[in-house]
């Protein structure tokens, strides 16, 4: 046996020691994780999370061992998109809306029409609860549970199977009868009092609340770690089906029935009917439990019982003909307006938000809701102290629907919507554009100035289309600008410099180590050279978006030519002007704003301060002999080989034009799996339709 070298034994000796230390860590990181994650309870800052998170991370890099199995491995709540797809054998479609008593008629009308039915033969109907949750597909093989899907696209879902296995009310196995193969598809959900409970812990967590019980749902199920699933009280009821080996039943409430025999939870207010009159009345009846209800539900869906005739009907586009879904009106409520809070956007929009005396709508308790803009708030007349309407839909944030005069209290003042910033005390303007006509926002003009655009301006100027700086998220640019280390865009750059003068320097601050600093100084000099049209982009010039940015670059070639250009550019009949309009693209009101923003002193200021640490590059040349050149094409599905922005890059720079839909000056679409309506219109329209190998194999 060979005998280990002095430097292996103190090897071995550093790595006990970095083990105990590793597992302490982890101990504490675990912990927290299932505060942060499971009982959205925090006990510790973020940053000091992220320190001990970067404590294990260094301890892995030393000892590569140590990440075996390591909770740093974990990957936590990260976004949705890393769920694998799962394709549908039958699609999930939507439904089709109706709103009122004679649509119903005329729904059960066009029916008995299409299967050419008299009058007066006998139709049933099933008249069902809408639940809003989420729709889900499960597929079972032999009665065994194998995959669980969402929605997605209709075509595609996302697969949650691990997720759904956590919910009680849906069977691991199926009890009597069930064929084969039987998927059965129904609503997940979550009740009104376990989402207000959720909210709560949201709240105190400092996270945001979930806007209303079908988010939650969503939300609660969408989690890359199922042990989270797991603690949200999820429910769950059949009422539909897609790939069946055999039939249970030939009716639609006959299915319903052969659900409830397999071990299903199916709604209990679900009813057969005949004629419309028995459907409004059930669904008159079904109104009046709403309120009461534990879950949210948002109308009846009346679908036709006989699934021969379901087959017969069929669909049109994405809903089937044999169904419609009628809404309940929105639900409405009144309480008192307690304060207007005025919030300022990262363009120094001001937007009204009503707060309010917490009032249950439906069922759901709202304290925050919309009040549009200046112009809505007067035109109705609402005033703080106002008794008001607000009404609840669906999925959109709950808004104030006026005043209640006669309980208006004598005190109450009409509102006056503020003149300045409520961050920085710049006057608030609203632009009126060519036609004379005044915009319904009012705008901070602060620009840089502005802490709260500042701090918006940064986070988008960091943002991925922008610079993509890592390491410099939302959280640490609001820290830093907090601390007045970063003011301006510049100040990003000059950091590290000052960080090296510092008495504090940042690696000793909570939450940041050695290695971190090392690493974000390191991306935010990898940014020192940047290509011109992310950094115009990232500038955050109103009405220039990537697109504009793209255009303005392609045109000017440099940025300076760009800034000499418009600088010229503040008098509308200057020759300056005239080239920036003259871009294809840009019309009169992206020219005035880049003609403004460049007009702005404390702009300028900035812009030199950047342009010292910063240099734009060229954009590489767009090609224009290649066969796509000038040709107008859209993507749509899943693309497989690369990302959306890589192809819509990749498009632009083989000198097509990328549009996000197919209208008639569409020249190819090129299709992924999961392609649904622009593929039709497509179709319609007798475009030409390629597969991403196809489109590879073309443009080489
Ligand atoms: P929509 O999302 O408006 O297109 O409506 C279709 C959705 O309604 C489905 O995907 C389901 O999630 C949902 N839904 C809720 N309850 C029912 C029900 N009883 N029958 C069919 N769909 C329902």
Request: hydrophobic share 40%; charged share 30%; net charge negative.
């Amino acid at each position: 046996m060979t005998k280990d070298s002095p430097d292996q034994i103190r090897r071995a000796a550093r790595l006990t020691a970095a083990r105990a230390e590793h597992e302490r860590v982890a101990a504490e990181v675990a912990a927290h994780d299932v505060a942060y994650h499971q009982q959205d309870a925090p006990v510790i800052s973020d940053a000091d999370y992220d320190a001990l998170r970067r404590k294990l991370d260094s301890l892995e890099k030393r000892f590569p061992e140590l990440a075996e199995g390591s909770v740093s491995r974990r990957v936590g709540a990260a976004p949705a998109e890393k769920f694998a797809k799962v394709r549908h054998v039958v699609p999930m479609l939507s439904l089709g809306n109706i709103f009122q008593p004679d649509e119903a008629e005329e729904f059960v009308g066009r029916v008995r029409r299409f299967l050419g039915l008299a009058e007066d033969a006998p139709l049933a109907i099933t008249a069902e609860p809408k639940i809003d949750g989420l729709s889900c597909s499960l597929r079972y093989v032999n009665g065994e549970l194998v995959q669980a899907a969402t929605r997605g696209d209709g075509f595609e879902g996302e697969d949650v199977t691990a997720n759904v296995r956590t919910i009680k009310e849906i069977p691991q196995s199926l009890k009597g009868d069930a064929p084969e193969i039987c998927e059965v598809r129904g609503e997940i959900y979550m009740t009104k009092s376990d989402f207000a409970a959720l909210n709560e812990r949201q709240a105190t967590a400092g996270k945001p609340p979930f806007a209303n019980p079908r988010n939650s749902a969503a939300g609660s199920l969408r989690q890359l770690d199922p042990t989270i699933t797991a603690q949200r009280p999820l429910h769950f009821f059949a009422y539909a089906w897609g790939e069946m080996s055999a039939m249970p039943a030939t009716t639609q409430h006959g299915m319903i029935e052969a659900f409830a025999r397999f071990g299903f939870k199916t709604n209990p207010l679900t009813k057969l009917c005949h004629g419309t009159p028995e459907l409004l009345a059930q669904w008159s009846a079904i109104e009046e439990t709403r309120a009461t209800l534990p879950y949210d539900i948002d109308g009846v869906v009346y679908k036709i019982d006989d699934l021969d005739y379901q087959r017969r009907l069929g669909f049109v586009s994405r809903a089937p003909r044999w169904a419609t879904a009628h809404k309940f009106a929105a639900e409405k409520a009144t309480t008192i307006l307690r304060d207007i809070e005025i919030q300022v956007g990262r363009t120094g929009s001001l937007t009204p938000v009503a707060k309010l005396e917490p009032v249950t709508v439906g069922g759901v308790v709202v304290s925050n809701a919309t009040l549009h803009n200046e112009d809505e708030i007067a035109r109705k007349d609402v005033r703080i102290g106002d008794t008001v309407t607000v009404q609840r839909a669906g999925d959109v944030i709950p808004q104030v629907l006026g005043p209640v005069l006669d309980k208006r209290p004598k005190t109450a003042k009409p509102y006056e919507f503020p003149q300045v910033c409520p961050a920085c005390g710049s006057a608030a303007l609203r632009e009126v554009d060519a036609k004379g006509e005044m915009d319904v926002v009012r705008r901070c003009t602060g620009g840089l100035v502005c802490p709260a655009q500042a701090v918006e301006r940064l986070k988008h100027f960091c943002s991925r289309n922008a610079l993509d700086i890592e390491g410099l998220g939302d959280r640490q640019i609001e820290l830093f600008h907090a601390e007045g280390l970063i003011m301006q865009p510049a100040d990003i750059f000059t950091l590290e410099e000052r960080d090296k003068r510092a008495t504090k320097k940042l690696k000793d601050r909570e939450g940041f180590g050695e290695t971190s600093v090392r690493n974000l100084f390191a991306a935010i000099n990898a940014r020192r050279n940047i290509v011109i049209n992310r950094f115009l982009y990232g500038l955050g010039i109103r009405h220039v978006g990537e697109t504009n940015a793209r255009r303005l670059a392609r045109h000017f070639g440099t940025f300076e030519a760009l800034r000499e250009v418009a600088r010229a550019a503040l008098e509308p009949d200057s020759e300056a002007r005239a080239e920036l309009n003259a871009i294809e693209g840009v019309g009169d009101v992206v020219a005035e704003a880049v003609a403004d923003f460049f007009a702005e002193k404390h702009n300028e200021d900035a812009l030199d301060a950047l342009l010292r640490e910063v240099t734009p590059e060229p954009m590489e040349a767009v090609l224009t002999t290649t066969p796509v050149a000038g040709k107008t094409i859209v993507f749509t599905g899943a693309l497989e080989k690369m990302t959306r922005d890589e192809a819509k890059a990749m498009a632009e720079r083989l000198g097509a034009k990328v549009s996000g839909s197919v209208s008639k000056k569409t020249d190819l679409v090129v299709a992924g799996p999961g392609a649904g309506s622009k593929l039709t219109k497509a179709a319609e329209l007798g475009i030409e339709v390629i597969t991403e190998d196809e489109w590879l194999a073309r443009v080489g």
